[in-house]
């Protein structure tokens, strides 16, 4: 959403997103990992030393002053859509995300997660 948000001129909305953007890529190397995700000041630091996704760290530190923070969205997107493709949880040939969401939700069991909002799981 951080390309949308400044589209439509609301920057404040957009360092939200770039925010959101960074905590959830973090999370999301963490678990692809299998690793918890430590406090938020040693969280990208933490990143650095993981096999899957780990070289991500490098890219996240640097986007909040880049220029080309869609461009660096984007490449990180298409990492991370590669390694859900790579490890078998989504099938999903996109990189976008939000089907490789889907995907990995449909296969969820437990009825009372799977009840659950997209954004909630």
């Known amino acids: 959403n951080y ?4 589209k439509h001129n609301e920057p404040g909305a957009a360092a939200v997103a770039l925010s ?4 959830h890529t973090v999370h999301t ?7 918890f995700t430590p406090y938020y000041k040693w969280m990208i630091r933490s990143m650095q ?3 899957l996704l780990g070289n991500l760290a490098d890219d996240l530190n640097k986007l909040p002053d880049a220029v080309n923070k869609t461009e660096i969205i984007e490449q990180i997107c298409t990492s ?3 390694e859900l493709k ?5 099938d999903s040939t996109s990189n976008y ?4 969401a889907f995907d990995i939700t449909s296969r969820i069991r437990s009825r009372e997660i799977k ?4 954004m909630e799981c």
């Open 3 to 6: 390309p949308r948000c400044l």
């Open 20 to 23: 959101d953007f960074i905590t």
């Open 29 to 35: 190397v963490h678990l692809l990992n299998f690793k």
């Open 49 to 51: 030393s993981l096999p």
């Open 80 to 82: 991370i859509a590669g």
């Open 86 to 90: 790579n490890s078998g949880l989504s």
């Open 97 to 100: 995300l939000e089907p490789h």
């Open 115 to 118: 009840s659950l909002h997209i």
